[in-house]
């Protein structure tokens, strides 16, 4: 089975909507996780996003790095500049990919202007791991 890593600082928002997105698009013969540096809990913009789209990950937990999945992935992506220069190093067979997203729970003003945010960095994402699954299949 092939296993891919989806990592950002805290595991709250980007690593989990690309995790929902992957688990619904990736073939059945690939697990897939998230998990931060950190653990900062799932962000509850991130579920109502993700919900609107059809994939609910309310259900997801926040988690750090597990050192063992890591060095057993296929594919690797860190979701953010944190994550990428802070990932623990990798076996060299583990393709190590970047996509170098904003942080939707930084987004200020409005509860209206920060869910456009989260919407924005949800459909990149999205489209992301649609061409990432062409990509790897």
Not at 93 to 106: G, N, S, T, Y
Not at 116 to 129: C, L
């Amino acid at each position: 089975m092939e296993k891919i890593y989806f990592i950002c600082t805290g595991n709250s928002c980007r690593s989990q909507m690309a995790e929902g997105f992957a688990k619904t698009i990736f073939p059945k013969d690939w697990e897939v996780q998230s998990a931060g540096i950190e653990a900062h809990g799932v962000n509850p913009l991130a579920i109502k996003v993700m919900a609107e789209s059809g994939v609910d990950i309310s259900n997801n937990q926040s988690k750090t790095i597990d050192a063992k999945y890591l060095n057993q992935c296929h594919v690797v992506l860190t979701l953010c500049g944190d994550a990428r220069d802070r990932c623990p190093i990798t076996p060299p067979e583990v393709k190590r990919i970047h996509w170098p997203l904003i942080d939707p729970a930084l987004a200020e003003g409005t509860d209206a202007e920060k869910l456009a945010v989260f919407r924005q960095v949800r459909d990149q994402i999205k489209g992301n791991v649609i061409d990432l699954a062409k990509q790897l299949s």
